[in-house]
């Protein structure tokens, strides 16, 4: 015997508690001061929606955001967005003049960039923030090519293509020793900066991990992200250990139900076989909304107050629960993670489950998943 609902297009929902999100800026704006909070949006707020959560971020205390590049603070910028906005990821291609008209804070790592600014001939000098490879090897200058991007910026400075504003790094967050480097790196270089002339009004460094747990590398500014996401960064202590709360609940509703015997395969590969006659309870999310599919015999969801395996392997766009004899029927809410007060699963347990980061968790909730918002102002 099978049921379905009639519903036009299921119900996937993540949530997002906005309230849930300010305090936990509020909180980590608190932990920083004196230094000042930048609040990391990018990559769509960490899935949750740029926009609503730029905007409470804000609200909550932020003094500045942080995206990844020049469209998406252009984008924050046309929303009505007016605190400081900073982009650090650039292509040769990248719209420096528009961005310097729109008064974006620029990351700057070569010398190129520099160039490119200039060439642009912005009617507005762009804020730069210098940034020096303090051991991370991503972005920013190695220890040889600093003295040299430094020198460029000051001429650049002479002629009134930018403004020298900040020097800046990121950490790898291996251990405290390797952040201690870093930071010992950072300063370094900045006295590096000030023999040749450099005068800068701003450093920073930490983002969530050491702005929680290095209080000397907040220097002026913590760029906080993942934290305020109500997700910890850390591998032995919970965001509820931190006093935060997770900010999206990720879920849908049962589409159908069906009573099968014991023995019975189910999903892809029949990987899974029942142990006893039971109910399967089907789910309509799967690894095209981001419920990665190694959590495939490791993932666990909440329906009517109690948590269940998912039975066998996750699809596209569906995973199947065992819910034994219990009563589940169509319509009936499944909690994939939220805030986990419930008893419900938390991304950071996801995270476990498929052997990850929550970051990941978050960010690769899809776009078929809709996003609502509970405390907007
Ligand atoms: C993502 C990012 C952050 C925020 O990091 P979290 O660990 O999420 O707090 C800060 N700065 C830079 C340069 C980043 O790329």
């Known amino acids: 015997m099978s049921t379905a609902i ?13 309230d849930a999100f300010r305090h936990n800026v509020r909180t980590l704006a608190d932990l920083a001061k004196p230094a000042e909070t930048m609040l990391a949006v990018k990559a769509d707020a960490y899935g949750h929606g740029m926009l609503p959560l730029a905007r409470a971020a804000l ?5 500045s955001l942080a995206v990844l590049d020049i469209p998406a603070a252009l984008a924050l910028r046309e929303a009505g967005i007016t605190a400081p906005i900073f982009a650090w990821m650039h ?19 070569a010398e190129w960039q520099l160039d490119a600014i200039a060439a642009s001939a912005a009617s507005v000098a762009p804020r730069v923030h210098l940034k020096v490879d303090t051991g991370l090897s991503r972005n920013g200058a190695t220890e040889e090519d600093w003295p040299g991007l430094v020198t460029a910026a000051l001429a650049h400075e002479r002629t ?16 405290p020793a390797d952040d201690a480097v870093a930071l010992a790196k950072l300063h370094r270089a900045i006295e590096v900066a000030e023999g040749l002339g450099a005068r800068f009004e701003l450093m920073h460094l930490a983002a969530s991990s050491a702005g929680i747990r290095m209080p000397e590398a907040r220097l002026g500014l913590v760029r906080f992200g993942i934290a305020a996401y109500g997700i910890s960064p850390f591998d032995d202590q919970s965001a509820r250990d931190l006093g935060l709360r997770p900010v999206m609940t990720l879920q849908a509703p049962v589409v159908s139900t069906k009573r099968v015997p014991e023995g ?48 066998g392997r996750i699809a596209m766009d569906q995973f199947v629960v065992d819910v034994g004899d219990d009563e589940v029927a169509p319509g009936d809410l499944v909690v994939v993670f939220g805030e986990g007060d419930r008893g419900e699963p938390t991304a950071e347990e996801w995270a476990s489950f498929a052997d990850t980061i929550g970051d990941e968790i978050v960010a690769r909730v899809g776009p078929r998943v809709t996003r609502v918002y509970r405390g907007e102002r």
Not at 6 to 18: F, G, H, K, S, T
Not at 279 to 293: E, H, K, N, Q, S
């Open 264 to 311: 019975h395969g189910v999903s892809y590969g029949l990987t899974y076989r029942t142990a006893a006659e039971t109910t399967l309870a089907l789910v309509p999310l799967g690894y095209a909304d981001g419920i990665p599919r190694i959590a495939s015999g490791t993932g666990e969801v909440w329906i009517n107050g109690r948590r269940y395996p998912i039975a």
């Open 6 to 18: 009639n519903a036009a297009a299921p119900e996937r929902e993540a949530v997002i508690d906005l």
């Open 91 to 109: 292509d040769p291609d990248a719209l420096f003049g528009e961005a310097a008209e729109a008064d974006i804070d620029l990351g700057i790592s």
């Open 160 to 175: 009134g293509a930018v403004k020298v504003h900040a020097a800046w790094s990121h950490l790898a967050d291996a251990s």
């Open 59 to 63: 609200e909550a205390g932020a003094g």
